[in-house]
């Protein structure tokens, strides 16, 4: 079993940033891919981005992409997703994700199907 638990979400400004981390367990992270989702309400989840195991690849929506940044820490089985330039758009619940299969480490997978583990989510709210 591996759990997932995000943290740093919060109300902010349109403009502004916001830095979300999502601590995993398990003593495999480093062979997990991670990916990052969002939903906003009445709308389906969609992928915001994902890493691979090394952080080689990284792969984001075009809706966020030169705005939002993934990374990793595998020591601390934790990975980021810096959010700058924030729109009232960007509005949701966000939720990390893990892909556990055994797999290239330089997998990065867009798809919800490739992800078992899934955290409970953060609201992120901009204002306009």
């Known amino acids: 079993q591996v759990q997932l638990v995000e943290s740093g979400g919060g109300l902010v400004q349109a403009g502004g940033s916001l830095r979300l981390s999502c601590a995993a367990s398990g003593r495999t992270f480093s062979t997990f891919a991670m990916g990052w989702f969002r939903q906003a309400p009445g709308k389906e989840r969609e992928f915001v981005g994902s890493?691979?195991?090394?952080?080689?690849?990284?792969l984001y929506a075009v809706a966020v992409k030169d705005r939002f940044t993934i990374t990793r820490d595998n020591t601390k089985n934790t990975v980021y997703l810096q959010m700058n330039s924030l729109k009232p758009e960007d509005t949701a619940v966000y939720y990390c994700a893990a892909d556990t299969s055994s797999g290239s480490n330089y997998r990065a997978p867009t798809g919800r199907n490739a992800y078992v583990y899934w955290g409970q989510g953060t609201q992120v709210t901009v204002s306009s």
């Open positions: 890493i691979s195991p090394n952080s080689v690849n990284t």
